[in-house]
């Protein structure tokens, strides 16, 4: 008879490398809340700008011998532009880094999982303003997400679908003024999947009952 083959191909990794501490903390919480074992969330806090960070996140995938790379910030975090933002594309691809990147700051990526703007919203602390209203005491800053926000992820994970596709009318709405997508985490959201495969949140739930309010 004879024997099945074991296959022995490695698992795939994912690293994503962030600009803040906040990203770092609420993608944390999406490998913690979905048992993304094979996802790796890194701050990297010593870069000096946009192509510097992309060059720090593909030594790591070199050292860390991960399977995909992706580099996270905001716009606004950065102080980059629209424009700068694309004169960095090519060089990521030759690098084989992926970039997700919103504009102005992560708290957009929230608030679609709520509400498409009808136009572009520049101002962080508009996002804010309206997020509070879901989230009362909702603050960008890192400390929240270690706080009232340390299950936020949790909180908006059932509107990840929804989020999604209010990205993507969002973006075409503002892509041709902004020459640039506002939102580009869809592509990194789709390879998480691929890669770590579908969440696990079941045993999550009692704990968000039991912190809801």
């Known amino acids: 008879m004879a024997r099945k083959k074991v296959s022995n191909k490695p698992r795939r990794t994912i690293l994503i490398v962030t600009a803040t501490e906040a990203e770092a903390l609420y993608f944390s919480q999406m490998r ?71 504009n102005p700051a992560m708290p957009i990526w929230y608030l679609l999982h709520l509400q498409t703007p009808r136009g572009f919203v520049g101002e962080t602390a508009l996002i804010n303003s309206a997020l509070e209203k879901s989230f009362p005491g909702f603050s960008s800053d890192a400390s929240y997400l270690l706080t009232d926000g340390m299950y936020l992820h949790l909180k908006l994970y059932p509107a990840k679908a929804k989020a999604s596709l209010n990205a993507n009318a969002y973006n075409r709405l503002v892509e041709q003024d902004l020459g640039l997508p506002a939102i580009s985490l869809v592509s990194l959201l789709n390879d998480i999947t691929d890669i770590c495969g579908l969440a696990d949140l079941t045993h999550n739930q009692k704990q968000l009952g039991m912190n809801k309010g």
């Not at 979905?34 to 192509?51: A, G, H, P």
């Not at 102080?79 to 090519?90: L, Y």
């Open 32 to 102: 913690k809340d979905c048992r993304y074992s094979n996802l790796t969330v890194l701050w990297e806090q010593e870069f000096k700008d946009l192509e510097h960070l992309i060059t720090l996140a593909s030594r790591y995938r070199n050292t860390g011998n991960y399977s995909v790379v992706w580099v996270l910030f905001g716009l606004a975090d950065l102080s980059v532009t629209a424009a700068e933002v694309k004169m960095q594309i090519p060089y990521a691809k030759k690098k084989k880094v992926g970039l997700a990147w919103t």
